[in-house]
């Protein structure tokens, strides 16, 4: 890979760091260049989660799905920007500033895997890799205009992902197009002893065209409230499109959308609490020479080092986690993720996939939200998948004023490539 493509990144920032002499080997990726975000752990090369308090760190050892990169022939040319700790939802969190959209400048590449969206939607590499928590790969697949995929739960194993949020989150591929999707997720996918929640469904596929029969649920509550009227036109057209390609289109709906959001900021605040404890100066990225007690140190490194975001999240999780809060807010957040997911069961039953936009906007502008509460908000159609651990797919379905819509694609548990094949027959 020349370097002549990476220096273009100044446009962009999708690269917290860039490996000018990444190697490569032999297998189904032989040469091909992949970017990792910077949340997956890659053995000595700086992986900093977007944040100051990782600055300089360097992992002893690869993530599994970068392993099976490596093993697969693949170069992992650099590590792409993210919201700090994968909380966001533009990519403005990080500490190394904003990517910008390869497609608009002037707009945000989504988040958190903004920094892997643009570095394939600039063109500087064919693929890469993005972790999705809460949306963190479709969105800014939807917003730059590529193709993202969130697997199902435990598919991708998360050995060497750095947690945020680890009973939501995954590894997954993101590239131009659907064939390249499916053929990065096919070296990533499979069960990784080293990961206790990894299961064993390796991906093989090649995707196919063929959508004939297919049932595909439209729920009420992807168009509802909040979903700007041409995202939804734009999205009914795709819908309608796969309808022409024989599908059948099956109106339903999910009630417990209305509760899925607030299910997802109290579980994951709380995940994020717990999981974020061991940043304490002392075991990862730069120290603190501070001669005060550890107790002053701890505080001091924290308050210096971790972004407002970042610092909010862990608050508002620590509040839901405490005595005498908990039964009021985490065991009740766990309730509605039932009721998801017992959703989602009961639609399976009907229909093989469930489709919708992606997010209920195009991206935003850069510096447009301000409030944390209206950035949340902007998560209401990918969390859900998460909640319930199945699998979605955002490809694109065209554009609002110039920017990409993407078209979402949800299927059951371990059902990949039905999604892969709705998405493919559609692209
Ligand atoms: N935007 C969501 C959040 O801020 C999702 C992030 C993610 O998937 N990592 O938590």
Redesign the pocket.
């Given at each position: 890979m020349g370097t002549l493509a990476f220096d273009a990144d100044d446009r962009w920032n999708a690269f917290v760091t860039i490996c000018r002499n990444a190697e490569h080997g032999d297998g189904p990726l032989a040469g091909v260049p992949v970017a990792v975000k910077d949340n997956i752990s890659t053995a000595g090369i700086q992986t900093t989660c977007g944040s100051a308090i990782l600055e300089g760190y360097l992992p002893p050892y690869d993530a599994h799905a970068v392993s099976l990169l490596k093993a697969a022939g693949a170069a992992i040319v650099g590590k792409t920007n993210m919201d700090e700790f994968?909380?966001?939802?533009t990519t403005e969190s990080s500490a190394f500033g904003p990517t910008t959209n390869p497609v608009n400048v002037a707009h945000v590449p989504g988040?958190?895997s903004g920094g892997s969206a643009a570095a394939v939607a600039s063109g500087m590499v064919p693929m890469a890799l993005g972790?999705?928590?809460?949306?963190?790969i479709r969105c800014p697949a939807a917003f730059c205009g590529i193709v993202g995929l969130k697997p199902t739960y435990g598919r991708v194993s998360r050995y060497g992902l750095i947690a945020?949020a680890n009973s939501l989150?995954g590894i997954g591929p993101m590239a131009g197009n659907v064939t390249d999707v499916s053929r990065l997720f096919s070296v990533i996918a499979g069960k990784d002893p080293r990961d206790a929640t990894s299961i064993d469904r390796p991906y093989t596929h090649t995707p196919s065209s063929e959508i004939r029969g297919m049932r595909i649920g439209v729920p009420a509550e992807f168009f509802g409230e909040g979903v700007d009227d041409s995202v939804a036109e734009t999205v009914r057209t795709a819908i309608g499109d796969l309808e022409g390609l024989g599908a059948e289109i099956v109106e339903c709906s999910m009630p417990s959308m209305k509760y899925a959001l607030a299910a997802y900021y109290v579980t994951?605040t709380s995940e994020a609490s717990s999981n974020l404890a061991r940043f304490d100066g002392i075991r990862y990225g730069p120290g603190n020479e501070s001669k005060r007690s550890w107790h002053d140190a701890y505080q001091e490194h924290r308050r210096e080092r971790f972004g407002a975001e970042v610092r909010r999240r862990i608050m508002l999780g620590t509040f839901a986690l405490s005595a005498g809060y908990y039964g009021k807010y985490y065991s009740k957040a766990q309730a509605a993720r039932t009721n998801v997911r017992e959703d989602f069961a009961r639609l399976f039953r009907d229909v093989d996939v469930i489709a919708g936009p992606t997010m209920p906007t195009t991206a935003f502008a850069l510096g447009e939200k301000t409030d944390p509460l209206s950035m949340y908000l902007a998560?209401i159609l990918t969390v859900p998948a998460n909640l319930a651990g199945v699998p979605a797919i955002s490809v694109p379905c065209g554009d609002v004023g110039g920017l990409p819509v993407g078209l979402q694609i949800i299927g059951r548990h371990c059902e990949e490539e039905r999604i892969v094949d709705t998405a493919f027959a559609y692209e």
């Open positions: 994968g909380m966001g939802t988040g958190s972790t999705d928590t809460g949306g963190s945020y989150e994951c998560d």
